[in-house]
């Protein structure tokens, strides 16, 4: 009898899909009142996927590269990668972090760890049965390149990553148990805290425990080995996203700063339509040996619809730049810019005759080198130096600065 009340309730609930949302409301009543299948001991059950995935609704896959941050002796270059998935009410789903391998310089390794974190997510969202789906990244090159608003990752160890990730996400794709409907959506990083911080933890347990295998074991193991150890590590719980403009002064899981190692401060500054409100400037610190990046952060320079020109973002991104070295404790920085005025005003070359760009030289300058009138600091750089660079190489602070501008909004790594 049991099991006829059980086979009647089902059939009522089926039927009940042909009037409005019935379909969902039998599926969720069945999931929470029929017994879940259990796993028979013998290997012959079968046992239900936990969490529950809907294949009619819609999920948001959130995901975050970090670039390689080399310990002394690890070889290769390892990044992290993160994602983590989510329901349509905020609740997550499913997670994954681990370190990465990455064969490429420091903007390419981003590029690719970021790769390499989003297809995670979609190769596990593609198993556990999701079909429609939001992808949300603060990788604007990879975000760009999803929408097909960039070019393709040029031949490379990102462009299969690139390839496999279009083949699940296209709904005429062949493959197997791709997407039905997707979307890409650029958030900022401030937004997507969850997956940074879970792909710094994988990073620093990887290298935590490649430390304490040295100390403990004379021969110690591969940095692959130390690698599969670091993913055993449950990285720290996420909340739930937040809707809407993004949040300030969400911080990062901040590296450590050697204050005798040297470091390099990129920065960059844009303005649409010069000179215009609508400008931002942003700014990336990395390690000079081994190209980590340690502190980023952008400003958005239009509140109050006051009008920047170029010259002054670059300066502005400058300053930011500055400060945070500053406030990260860094005491040896090589400033790099591919902004030639700047560059040359700074180191001298060039006259500063502008009114409007003065105040922002004596500024950099004071912050430079200690002391000021406007009270820049007191304690100079230990050692600094300043160089012209294409803008090609500088494409994590232009990256920033345009988010600035495309969210409207301020953020820092250690704010």
């Not at 379909?23 to 796993?39: A, M, Y």
């Not at 320079?301 to 973002?313: C, D, F, I, P, Q």
């Not at 494409?395 to 495309?406: F, I, Q």
Request: net charge positive.
């Amino acid at each position: 009898m049991k099991n006829i009340r059980w086979i009647l309730i089902s059939v009522t609930l089926r039927r009940a899909s042909t009037f409005g949302d019935g379909r969902n409301l039998g599926s969720r009543f069945l999931r929470h009142c029929l017994p879940p299948l259990r796993s028979d001991a013998r290997g012959g059950g079968q046992s239900a996927p936990s969490p529950a995935v809907d294949p009619n609704a819609s999920y948001v896959l959130r995901f975050a590269g970090l670039p390689p941050s080399r310990p002394a002796g690890a070889s290769p270059r390892r990044g992290s990668a993160a994602y983590v998935l989510y329901d349509g009410e905020g609740l997550e789903i499913r997670s994954g972090a681990s370190p990465c391998p990455v064969r490429a310089g420091s903007l390419e390794a981003n590029l690719e760890a970021s790769y390499r974190a989003l297809l995670g997510g979609l190769r596990d969202a593609s198993r556990a049965g999701v079909r429609h789906v939001e992808v949300q990244g603060d990788n604007r090159e990879v975000v760009a390149q999803m929408l097909d608003r960039g070019a393709a990752p040029p031949d490379g160890t990102a462009r299969p990553l690139y390839d496999e990730a279009v083949g699940i996400l296209e709904p005429s794709s062949p493959r197997r148990g791709g997407m039905k409907t997707h979307r890409v959506t650029l958030i900022s990083p401030g937004k997507n805290g969850a997956c940074r911080k879970r792909a710094a933890a994988a990073i620093d347990a990887m290298v935590a425990a490649a430390a304490a295998t040295t100390a403990t074991d004379p021969d110690p193991p591969s940095p692959v080995a130390a690698c599969k150890s670091a993913t055993l590590t449950s990285p720290p719980p996420a909340p739930a996203p937040s809707w809407g403009k993004a949040p300030t002064g969400t911080a990062l899981l901040s590296a450590e700063i050697d204050r005798d190692a040297t470091y390099v401060l990129r920065w960059d500054g844009g303005v649409r339509n010069n000179p215009s409100s609508c400008a931002g400037a942003g700014y990336c610190i990395l390690h000079a040996e081994s190209g980590a990046e340690v502190r980023s952060g952008y400003e958005y320079l239009g509140m109050g619809g006051t009008a920047r020109t170029s010259n002054e973002a670059e300066y502005i991104a400058l300053c930011l730049g500055l400060e945070g070295a500053r406030r990260a404790g860094v005491r040896k920085l090589n400033l790099e810019g591919d902004s030639e005025l700047v560059v040359r005003q700074i180191e001298g070359t060039y006259a500063c005759k502008s009114k409007r760009l003065r105040p922002l030289r004596r500024r950099a300058m004071g912050l430079l080198q200690g002391g000021g009138a406007d009270g820049a600091g007191t304690v100079p750089f230990d050692i600094w130096g300043i160089r012209h660079i294409p803008r090609e190489k500088n494409g994590r602070a232009d990256e920033l600065a345009n988010m600035a501008m495309d969210l409207m909004n301020t953020w820092s790594s250690d704010r």
